[in-house]
């Protein structure tokens, strides 16, 4: 069964940088579609991106240029990159995955990361 861990969370200051990962084991990620959401202290749970390998990277919400998704199939991870962070930022952060298709939020057959906490203050 597949499981996720993501990793690089960090206190930074606004106008940074931070580049997360979530690393699969138990399968491949070829053929799953990767997603990256977000839940913010007091709020639901939102999508960032989707990436889905070797097909069609879908942005779900409006952060492209100040987020980007990249997978390294060889180390079985995907990477969120996120620049220009802002307080707004500040939230759990958490990736999924699902077998030939972006998940949702409340897709069935989903596997969910723990999270990891990125907090955007000076």
């Known amino acids: 069964q597949l499981q996720l861990a993501e990793s690089g969370g960090d206190l930074v200051q606004p106008g940074g940088s931070l580049r997360l990962s979530c690393a699969a084991s138990?399968?491949?990620?070829?053929?799953?579609?990767i997603g990256w959401f977000r839940q913010a202290p007091g709020k639901g749970r939102e999508a960032i991106l989707c990436?889905?390998?070797?097909?069609?990277?879908k942005y779900i919400n409006g952060v492209k240029g100040q987020f980007t998704i990249s997978r390294d199939n060889a180390k079985n991870t995907v990477y969120l990159q996120m620049n220009s962070l802002k307080p707004e930022d500040t939230a759990v952060y958490f990736c999924?995955?699902?077998?030939?298709?972006?998940?949702?939020?409340?897709?069935?057959?989903?596997?969910w990361g723990q999270g990891t906490q990125v907090t955007v203050s000076s």
């Open positions: 999924a995955a699902r077998v030939n298709e972006c998940p949702g939020i409340r897709s069935t057959n989903t596997y």
């Open positions: 138990g399968d491949t990620l070829g053929s799953y579609g």
């Open positions: 990436e889905m390998s070797g097909r069609t990277i």
